[in-house]
Nanobody, 122 residues
Framework: QLEESGGGFVQPGGSMRLSCAAS????????VGWFRQAPGKERVLVAR????????TYADSVKGRFTISRDNTKNTVTLQMNSLKPEDTAIYYC?????????????????WGQGTQVTVSA
């Protein structure tokens, strides 16, 4: 029900925009999180938009560089990534949940996309 797009290869300092689209409206009752998983590491929450108009939460590692936004009329959530670093390289997943609260654990999300690879390298 969720599909990510926009991954690829970018040089350090560059920007990339990821989108998450829901196949079944409405999207507004769901909180949406962007997670990432680097090789050999756990999947971690990068940014999260709460239900409705959205209260936004970010991991410390991306604050000031990444921006999450949602457009409930288009059933999409976007992650704008600026000033990318090699350590941002990972598979990025969007996930959705009806649960409330600042949920950082992947197991709290019911719906997942397939993931999109983001590679930051010179």
């Amino acid at each position: 029900q969720l599909e990510e797009s926009g991954g690829g290869f970018v040089q350090p300092g560059g920007s990339m925009r990821l989108s998450c689209a829901a196949s079944r409206p409405p999207f507004s009752p769901y909180a949406v999180g962007w997670f990432r998983q680097a090789p050999g590491k756990e999947r971690v929450l990068v940014a999260r938009a709460s239900q409705g108009v959205g209260h936004f939460t970010y991991a410390d590692s991306v604050k000031g560089r990444f921006t999450i936004s949602r457009d409930n009329t288009k059933n999409t959530v976007t992650l704008q990534m600026n000033s990318l670093k090699p350590e941002d390289t990972a598979i990025y997943y969007c996930a959705a949940t009806r649960k409330f609260g600042i949920l950082r654990a992947p197991e709290m999300y019911e719906y997942w996309g397939q993931g999109t690879q983001v590679t930051v390298s010179a």
